[in-house]
């Protein structure tokens, strides 16, 4: 025993009372190293160890807002400069739509690197082969005593005087620890070779089967396998190889009119009134999709100032005389069907908020080609 080197000097109490007593006991004999180790929570012994606050949340701080940083610095790069997307006229860097994804890498780095750090900076790389493992002193403290444990790396650790003092202040079985004997392992001993080359068999071996075999027998292929055509795959069924196909020819999806003068002229357009009674509501739902699918081309006042930075060729306004004087039905047909290098928007929008746009963009016109009696307010 004398050749083996010292870890610490343990002592067993019976009590939470013994166990915090004890512990201010030692914090007044100006001991600094040392642990306690109960079988539960104990309620300020913290307090009684002289445990300041911890600065974990500090890194944990850290770590949260350099993850933010660096997802809305990656989100920009890419959205902005490296593969930027013209969407409606918006900016290339709209961060409201990358909140989300930068809560959740801030979330993702604080939690990962919170834990990371503990491991390295507070617990030092914990060791399996730690001296308390194994010893009398553990098994009793995890079972339904109380320690206490001084280290024999305290400047004050004297084993005699360590001894005295725990026996002093209550404790029992005040016992020495020591450092386990190291065993060196040779890396090249033909049982370990062969061991790591068994392991490594077993498991590529297994791995191969799972993946290759048993995911492909019933019932743990899960209906992968089946006969379905999936989106973008070629097909052998049909004579042009392609496995998405187009509706049928003049089919009506339920609920849908279809636009009656699709491709026409407005010239063929009948007159048609607006169906949608002029009412506060409407005018809103035709604000609503106005500013969403036409302000970023015809400006948000009709006038035909676009957003889109010379991307497109502006619009001509719509409170010009021939706008203003079309019927609704044609205003309508512009949307539905398109013009020049406007695109139609009837798969944008149904049939009701193409009419209430229409209600939306009179009340524009109206607003700012006032009559008469709009100035005198009759």
């Known amino acids: 025993m004398e050749n083996k080197m010292i870890h610490s000097v343990t002592a067993i109490f019976n009590t939470p009372d013994e166990i915090i007593h004890a512990s201010k006991e030692t914090v007044k ?10 079988p539960y929570p104990v309620h300020g ?5 002289g445990i300041g606050s911890s600065y974990l949340g500090f890194f944990t ?14 989100i920009y790069w890419v959205a902005a400069i490296d593969y930027p997307l013209i969407i409606g006229g918006k900016p290339f860097f709209s961060w409201p739509a990358f909140v989300p994804v930068t809560f959740e890498v801030t979330v993702l780095s604080a939690a ?15 060791n399996n082969s730690h001296a308390l493992h194994d010893t009398t002193y553990m098994k009793k403290v995890s079972s339904d005593k109380y320690g206490l444990c001084i280290v024999s790396i305290d400047k004050n650790f004297e084993e005699s005087k360590v001894k005295a003092f725990l026996s002093s202040i209550g404790g029992k079985d005040v016992e020495t620890i020591y450092y386990p004997e190291k065993k060196a392992i040779n890396p090249f001993d033909p049982k370990f070779i062969m061991l790591l080359v068994f392991v490594a068999l077993v498991v590529s071996g297994g791995t191969y089967f799972m993946l290759n075999k048993l995911l492909f027998m019933e019932p743990f292929t899960w209906m992968a396998i089946q006969d379905r055509l999936d989106p973008q795959s070629n097909s052998v069924m049909f004579a042009d190889g392609y ?3 187009l509706p049928v020819e003049g089919t009506v999806a339920r609920g849908h009119l279809p636009y009656e003068f ?5 010239s063929a357009v009948k007159v048609i009134p607006n169906p949608l009674i002029f009412s506060k509501e409407v005018v809103a739902k035709g604000k609503e999709k106005y500013n969403t699918f036409c302000s970023p081309c015809h400006g948000y006042y009709g006038k035909g100032d676009s957003r889109m930075n010379g991307q497109f060729p502006n619009p001509p306004t719509l409170h010009s005389d021939k706008v ?7 205003v309508y047909h512009v949307i539905f069907n398109g013009q020049n290098a406007m695109p139609s928007y009837a798969k944008q929008l149904s049939t009701e908020e193409g009419w ?17 009696i709009d100035v005198e307010g009759k």
Request: net charge positive; glycine share 8%; hydrophobic share 45%.
């Open 29 to 38: 004999a100006g001991y600094k190293k040392f642990d306690t180790n109960t």
């Open 356 to 372: 209430s746009i229409v209600h939306y963009i009179r009340v524009l016109q109206r607003s700012q080609n006032a009559l008469d």
């Open 243 to 245: 496995g998405m196909r």
């Open 45 to 49: 012994i913290e307090k009684a160890m």
């Open 112 to 126: 990962v690197g919170t834990v990371l750090t503990m491991i390295t900076l507070f617990f030092k790389f914990p």
């Open 324 to 330: 203003r004087n079309w019927q609704d039905a044609n």
């Open 61 to 74: 701080l850290f770590l949260g807002l350099s993850g933010a940083a660096f997802a809305l610095a990656f």
């Open 262 to 266: 699709k491709g026409m002229n407005d």
